[in-house]
């Protein structure tokens, strides 16, 4: 039987989810070819702007690569722009990427041909530096701009719009968003929810300018746009300017074939045109007088054409009721139905300033027409559900604004809110999955994680913001058996639902730059978080993001910000630091005299070959750091998560026994290592010969000298309960030495939780796991190394600040610490 003729124009996320429900249900009616003129293939368009933030490439939001078309035998035609349809003869013509023409015959045709940014139509918009906001090579080019130029200015306060500008700050350009309404994201937000979001990204560095209306664009003595012009006649800088004021669906090439359309490809129930053999679906299409712009309104229509282009005969399109979930540049908002509210509807309100959090749902004849939600979003679904279902919400009324989790039984059964959702409920916004679809995966698929979840589904690959409630149906679908991530995966504190694992990852995947940001992005629970919560923060964004997170001081424990150890009685110990355990006379003098000075009562050598001073007065510190600062010596980090030191034995140097010169690479060690901070405290020891004098097998990272090398053992500590370091590997000199534990050491800041020794981290991902990524992979290995010295590159002690105040008096950040 001789295969029909599918062609699809376009190469978006609503034709390739088209193709890919059709290959579910008919994997074998169609030869399919498909025109993309893009030269990419499928890929997320909602993930550009974390590309254009830098936190992803491209790479990573290709939704179906090349072989994926190969796989399912599909022709792919990229860079190709489509010319002409030919109803007649039922046939595509296109140029190809090298100009060549290419005609196709059809027994069907899917128009999947998107929409197009609107460009202002003012003068100037035609020059260059003026572009859209659409598609990578838009992408690219904000990139290539904001590498070379200062000031840019974005039109339209959309969600588009201030993604843009988010992207382009943190890109380092001086960005101002222009707007023509009265606040930001009106069609997303009331007034209320809008003033907060604009306020919350003015404190980001975001510039607004609001009921503004855009004269001309002024070009430069270059060619280029250097500025823009208002109607009121003030003017901004621009050496770029990003249009995101808003699309149209693209019915060029439709119109031009005679297809009906009227601000867009009319379309019926079917998804089919005027002419029954052409389908249109995505933004290119009006159904029922509406060109929806969301995905999941475009992925039901692609289910819909699918069935339809498989010829069953059955299913029907009938509009959507569509709700927005967004994070905008980490900020929740949600959005669905009659949110401003209109005659005859009554307001529940809830705005809480302070903690950041706008609830407002406007209510009709006991049933809940409209939501938005600024800051606490969780209970978003539920809300639309509501909505959707035209439920009476009677009942329920005095409970309704503070969510589904205060409701116990009433009006919902049972306290997950993912057990009460239908199976057409959506659960992740953007890929369109429902909640039925999830189920049927987890069921037929025989899926136990979450990670075959998103294998299977692509529920919660992407923003992330949906996976508690993917996890919340696995567990609800499989009971007992589900799996989480990992033995550990419990909530990090009562702050939070959130465990050490998602929390790292959402940092790490959303560059969250401060604890205020990540606790915002994340939904913390309480507005401060807590003692447990804020150094564990802390410490995930450093480590993530080195040299650009905001180190926040008082979310380190008191020894940490002190550099001082606080003791039993009130008063502090200091430990100065002695490379190595190497020390000079000078040093020894330097210690004597202040122990003298400052009056010290115990003067003691540690466990790690220092010396301890216990019994400073906490006035003194400052003067005493400064004393030990002008000699040359520094604290370190010898009381927090973080290095503490290296132990060395005497070696080859001295030794009779010794093999190889252990004094020499502890110190190199500990110097290259100054500055680290880490999930736990750090400790390491080099042993010259096997008789292991320095005590290394107790140590998280442990070096014993032999005649060819060395021997490096992880994974030991000597605490309440002594663990023993286990064998990693054999290493032919120091510089090897450096590279493999430095590789280990950042693996273990990568992936190690807060408070997590590295015996336990061990314990946790296995030591195979750990060889696998640092001595079975050379390129990985060198890569984790030079992340390490990246991490450490420029590091100043804060000890240095007080040698700069010459006046001798107290420096003014470190005694604001010390008053802590």
């Excluded at 804020?534 to 926040?552: G, K, Q, T, V």
């Excluded at 050598?605 to 906490?618: A, C, F």
């Excluded at 400790?683 to 005590?695: D, F, I, T, W, Y």
């Excluded at 000199?733 to 939780?753: H, N």
């Amino acid at each position: 039987m001789r295969k029909l003729k599918l062609v699809m124009v376009g190469n978006g996320m609503a034709g390739v989810r088209t193709l890919e429900e059709l290959r579910k249900i008919a994997p074998e009616m169609y030869d399919i070819t498909v025109f993309g003129a893009e030269p990419h293939p499928n890929y997320n368009r909602i993930l550009l702007s974390p590309v254009l933030a830098g936190e992803m490439t491209i790479q990573d939001i290709i939704l179906n690569d090349l072989q994926w078309y190969a796989d399912n035998g599909i022709t792919l035609h990229l860079g190709s722009t489509v010319t002409g349809i030919d109803r007649n003869t039922r046939s595509v013509t296109a140029t190809g990427k090298g100009g060549e023409t290419i005609s196709v015959g059809y027994d069907r045709l899917l128009i999947a041909t998107g929409s197009t940014p609107f460009i202002l139509p003012v003068p100037g918009n035609d020059l260059p530096g003026v572009i859209s906001y659409r598609d990578i090579q838009d992408t690219d080019e904000m990139i290539d701009a904001a590498a070379k130029y200062r000031h840019a200015v974005v039109i339209g306060a959309g969600l588009l719009g201030l993604e843009a500008a988010n992207g382009l700050a943190l890109r380092g350009m001086d960005v101002t968003v222009v707007h023509i309404s009265d606040w930001i994201m009106e069609r997303q937000l009331d007034r209320n929810a809008g003033k907060m979001l604009q306020a919350a990204l003015e404190k980001k560095g975001m510039k607004f300018k609001l009921s503004a209306h855009t004269a001309e664009l002024v070009k430069g003595e270059s060619g280029r746009v250097c500025a823009v012009r208002f109607k009121d006649g003030s003017t901004l800088p621009a050496d770029l300017v990003c249009m995101a004021a808003g699309i149209r669906p693209n019915v060029a090439l439709a119109e031009q074939a005679g297809i009906h359309c009227n601000r867009g490809i009319v379309v019926n129930d079917t998804l089919q045109t005027y002419d029954p053999r052409i389908y249109a679906v995505g933004e290119c299409a009006n159904h029922r007088g509406t060109a929806y712009g969301l995905v999941a309104p475009l992925f039901e229509q692609a289910k819909v054409c699918a069935n339809h282009l498989a010829m069953y005969g059955i299913g029907r399109y009938q509009g959507s009721v569509t709700s927005t979930k967004l994070k905008v540049t980490g900020i929740d908002v949600f959005s669905a139905g009659d949110f401003s509210g209109s005659d005859g509807t009554e307001d529940i309100v809830l705005h809480d300033p302070g903690a950041g959090i706008y609830k407002r749902l406007v209510l009709k004849n006991d049933k809940l027409v409209g939501a938005v939600l600024y800051g606490d979003t969780k209970d978003g679904a539920w809300y639309f559900q509501l909505l959707k279902d035209g439920q009476d919400i009677h009942d329920i009324r005095d409970n309704l604004v503070f969510g589904n989790s205060h409701l116990g039984d009433v009006g919902h059964k049972g306290n997950s809110l993912a057990a009460g959702m239908p199976d057409s409920a959506e659960v992740c916004g953007c890929n369109g999955v429902c909640k039925g679809t999830i189920v049927k995966a987890i069921k037929e698929q025989g899926l136990f994680t979450l990670e075959d979840v998103r294998k299977h589904t692509k529920a919660s690959s992407s923003c992330g913001s949906c996976t508690g409630l993917v996890e919340q149906i696995l567990a609800s679908t499989i009971g007992g058996a589900y799996q989480p991530a990992d033995s550990t995966n419990k909530p990090v504190c009562g702050c939070t639902d959130h465990s050490h694992g998602e929390v790292r990852r959402a940092i790490r995947e959303h560059k969250l730059l401060s604890v205020a940001e990540a606790q915002q992005f994340l939904d913390w629970k309480t507005p401060n978080g807590c003692a447990s919560c804020r150094p564990a923060l802390n410490y995930y964004c450093i480590s993530s993001w080195p040299h650009e997170a905001m180190d926040d001081p008082q979310s380190r424990f008191i020894n940490e910000r002190a550099h001082a150890n606080i003791q039993k009685d009130g008063s502090y110990s200091v430990v100065p630091r002695m490379w190595g355990g190497l020390t000079t006379p000078a040093e020894l003098r330097a210690i004597a005299d202040a122990a003298e000075k400052y009056k010290v009562p115990t003067v003691k050598v540690t466990g790690g070959q220092r010396i301890d001073l216990l019994g400073v007065k906490k006035e003194d510190l400052p003067a005493m750091w400064a004393d030990f600062a002008k000699a040359g010596m520094v604290s370190g980090h010898a009381y927090g998560k973080s290095l503490r030191t290296v132990k060395t034995c005497v070696g080859s140097e001295h030794c009779r026994f010794g093999t190889q010169r252990s004094m020499d690479l502890g110190v190199k060690l500990e110097k290259m290592l100054f500055g680290m901070w880490s999930p736990h405290k750090f400790k390491l020891a080099v042993s010259g010969c096997p008789r292991n004098c320095a005590e290394s097998g107790i140590k998280d990272i442990g070096v014993i000298g032999v005649d060819s090398g060395y021997e490096l053992y992880v994974g030991g500590n000597g605490g309440i309960k002594t663990e023993v370091a286990q064998f990693f590997c054999k290493v032919a000199d120091d510089d090897e030495v450096l590279e493999y534990g430095g590789a280990f050491i950042q693996l273990y800041r990568e992936e190690g939780f807060y408070l997590e020794r590295t015996c336990h981290y061990l314990e946790r991902v296995g030591l195979e796991h750990v060889k696998k990524a640092v001595l079975e992979d050379a390129e990985q290995r060198k890569a984790l190394y030079e992340r390490l010295l990246f991490a450490l590159q420029n590091y100043k002690d804060p000890w240095a600040e007080i040698v700069e105040d010459q006046a001798g008096g107290i420096h003014k950040r470190q005694f604001e610490i010390i008053k802590v």
